[in-house]
């Protein structure tokens, strides 16, 4: 989801084996951005 996450400044980057949660997602957004089921496609078969 283009936009969803962004920043003004980078002031460093920080390298790790694990998911951090960053400012927002302590605040309850989530991580990866999808909401609910879909992702705006249906990829079900066609029959």
Request: proline share 4%; hydrophobic share 30%.
């Amino acid at each position: 989801m283009y936009g969803y996450k962004s920043l003004k400044w980078l002031s460093g980057i920080e390298l790790g084996s694990t998911v951090m949660p960053g400012y927002w997602e302590q605040r309850g957004y989530d991580i990866d951005a999808w909401v609910g089921e879909s992702n705006g496609r249906n990829d079900d078969p066609i029959v």
